[in-house]
């Protein structure tokens, strides 16, 4: 089959760090164009300001991936839904979840894929926790997800925006996750987010989940966190505790540890071709679902101005 014609809208970090090598390491995609205002070009890849640029100036292609802030992505998806382009949404897959799901009929009723990825679903661990739980029953579950924002986002302004999510930018990777390793579904019971003085999105939440048979999950999520990084998810279970840490990469058993080789975007890319082959889409919003919830149910508070 001929590849797969890609187009990367945006080209920052995420999409040069992961997007460009995964999708060069998987035969069946081409990288035919980038679109991005500002951004140095690729070399020997042609380059457009806009999306409405590369319809009308630029090569055929088949497929976007959108790597844009999520605020922006909604136009821009609908642009290439129009044309009859597939379309891969970096996490979170948009602004809102109304408009996740218009774009989702919009790709059905062109007979187009869409694809809400979600990359930490495709850690080396996150597939063996998910088989081993499946046949447990989980007493309890917490998340401790605490980063240094200045490392991992330095002066993008975006994630302090309404629609950037401040923390839950990393935190709804921890619940794509455990959203996904759960056998059953999950619900928010209580929350507070602590938003800087001086920004419109929250530097830390604690937050308590329940699922459908009553077990307590608790999620610990701080953007201040210095030293060492917590990237993990732990769950008790009536056959002992996992525990999925950096980030998913390593899980850890009753019977012993085990590290693999994390191979997260070329997961994604795998799954999208799958995808786009098949004639499906993949919009699974729950992560996004619980984080509109604790936007909508939880308590604020106020803390002491952030500054990068």
Known sequence: ?????????????????????????????????????HSPPMEGIPQFASIEELLEKGPAVDAV?????????????????????????????GATLAEVEALKDRADKVGVTLFASWHSRF???????????AERTVKSAKIIW??????????????????????????????????????????????????PANRAAPIAADIDFQDTAGAPIHMDLDWRQTGPQSW?????????????????????LPSGTERNEDLEYAGLYARFANLVRGGRSDVDVAPMRLVADAFLRGKRATVEEFHD
């Not at 945006?10 to 992961?18: H, T, V």
């Open 1 to 37: 089959m001929d590849p797969i014609r890609i187009a990367i809208v945006g080209l920052g970090k995420i999409a040069r760090d992961q997007h460009i090598p995964a999708i060069r390491g998987n035969g069946n995609f081409d990288i035919a164009a980038t679109v991005s205002p």
């Open 65 to 93: 991936a959108l790597c844009t802030p999520p605020q922006v992505r909604y136009d821009i998806a609908v642009s290439a839904l129009k044309a009859g382009m597939h379309v891969f949404l970096e996490k979170p897959p």
């Open 123 to 133: 850690a080396a661990g996150v597939a063996p926790a998910r088989a081993w739980l």
């Open 146 to 195: 605490r980063e240094d924002v200045r490392e991992w986002h330095p002066g993008q302004e975006w994630i302090w925006q309404p629609g950037g999510l401040g923390v839950f930018d990393p935190g709804i990777n921890a619940l794509s996750i455990i959203t996904h390793i759960l056998p059953r579904p999950m619900f928010l019971k209580d929350a507070t987010l602590s938003l």
């Open 232 to 252: 993990d998810i732990i769950v008790d279970t009536d056959a002992g505790e996992l525990k999925l840490s950096s980030g998913g990469a390593v899980l850890s």
